[in-house]
């Protein structure tokens, strides 16, 4: 769907997409085979992105793929279609990475999270996760929230159970698609 809009009616118009905490740049690699542009894929571990590579040059499906740290990305760098599925809950600061993030993102971003199950207020944020040394929690609503926050405008968000998490703070995933407010 952000792609589609991203592109708009500009049929030979091939959006730029980046993908946080990438892993194996699933989405990144669907990305560009649904006719994306320039795709990179950032994430910190190398074995996960040695395996990305191993995915994308038998898919024949031309990707960036970068180790780093998602905190480090170029300011300068925009994309039209910003993914960052998962690993918001690792961050200790979501906020501060959503706002920074926000420099980075010229139409749409999308982002899923674990969410927490045990509380829905809105100013429910706990770090380190429970059980963690890092990480955070939070309630579908702080997740919207500081979406709004950060200078994104929620254009459609969802919401499931994650059966197979036992921990009622890992049991709660929440998506959404957001556009990027004009700056002031």
Not at 4 to 26: H, I, M, N, Q
Request: with cysteine; aromatic share 10%.
């Amino acid at each position: 769907m952000a792609l589609a809009k991203a592109r708009g009616t500009r049929a030979r118009y091939r959006p730029s997409v980046l993908e946080l905490f990438c892993a194996d740049a699933y989405y990144g690699l669907l990305a560009k085979r649904f006719g994306a542009g320039r795709v990179v894929g950032v994430d910190k571990d190398p074995a996960a992105l040695e395996a990305a590579a191993v995915v994308r040059d038998a898919l024949a499906l031309p990707i960036e793929l970068r180790c780093g740290d998602v905190f480090a990305l170029p300011g300068r760098e925009k994309y039209d279609v910003v993914l960052c599925t998962g690993g918001l809950y690792h961050l200790s600061d979501p906020l501060r990475f959503l706002k920074q993030l926000r420099t980075n993102v010229k139409a749409y971003l999308v982002v899923q999270t674990v969410v927490s199950l045990e509380c829905d207020a809105a100013a429910y944020f706990v770090s380190p996760a429970p059980g963690w040394q890092h990480g955070c929690r939070f309630s579908q609503a702080y997740f919207m929230r500081m979406l709004r926050a950060a200078g994104f405008h929620v254009l459609g968000s969802g919401f499931n159970h994650l059966e197979g998490n036992r921990r009622r703070c890992d049991r709660g995933s929440a998506y959404a698609l957001c556009g990027v407010r004009p700056e002031r």
